[in-house]
């Protein structure tokens, strides 16, 4: 029983003086005027705002996230040092200034972009390089290209280019076609060159003329 009230006696102790440490700060804080902080928090190089940005104060534990226009408002003491970061952008330092008489304070925050640039991996199959090497050495290639002389064949290509799909590109020529010839059909029927008689009349000059033995 007294090791009990001995124990609660030294707890006792430790919380008065852990008190008595943290009271001039205490007393510090109530002795600052209470500033609402808000303000727009935007990139290097655009002028929308960033979302999602934490701005607190490591101190005194409080603090807030800028909302989708990266905008933010949160209370705040005079000469406080404000944090803001963000993932991606490097950390920012505003100190609201301690003799400030005003009841808020606005201010725009200009993030800087932190590129990280990561070390090239090397992904290998194995965990060792002996390991890798003993699969190399077991390998067995074949010998003989059969698969390859199959898949090779004219038929086979043949049919695999019959049952293969148009892509993109086909599809669109194809359109094409058809509108073209719905222009063409739009006000009547084609003609048919067999049945032009200019046209073998041409032929028949061609023919006079000898124009087919002088090309041969």
Do not use: C
């Not at 707890?11 to 209470?34: D, H, K, M, N, W």
């Not at 009547?188 to 028949?204: D, H, V």
């Amino acid at each position: 029983m007294k090791d009990e009230l001995v124990k609660k006696l030294k707890y006792t102790v430790v919380f008065l003086f852990l008190s008595l440490l943290a009271l001039p700060e205490v007393l510090a804080q109530g002795s600052r005027p209470i500033i609402q902080f808000s303000g727009i928090i935007v990139g290097e190089d655009t002028t929308s705002g960033v979302p999602g940005v934490h701005v607190y104060v490591p101190k005194a534990g409080r603090g807030t996230t800028s909302n989708y226009y990266g905008y933010f408002s949160m209370p705040a003491l005079a000469g406080d040092s404000v944090v803001i970061s963000a993932v991606g952008y490097k950390k920012q330092f505003f100190i609201i200034p301690p003799d400030t008489r005003s009841e808020s304070l606005t201010a725009v925050i200009e993030l800087s972009g932190d590129t990280t640039y990561l070390p090239t991996v090397d992904i290998f199959p194995y965990p060792t390089e002996e390991l890798f090497k003993e699969a190399i050495l077991a390998l067995q290639l074949p010998s003989e290209y059969g698969y390859m002389a199959e898949n090779m064949d004219p038929n086979v290509l043949a049919l695999m280019f019959k049952n293969m799909p148009m892509d993109g590109a086909q599809n669109y020529r194809w359109y094409m076609q058809q509108q073209t010839m719905y222009m063409s059909d739009r006000y009547g029927y084609r003609s048919n060159p067999l049945l032009n008689p200019f046209a073998w009349a041409k032929f028949i000059q061609s023919i006079k003329r000898g124009d087919l033995k002088k090309k041969n």
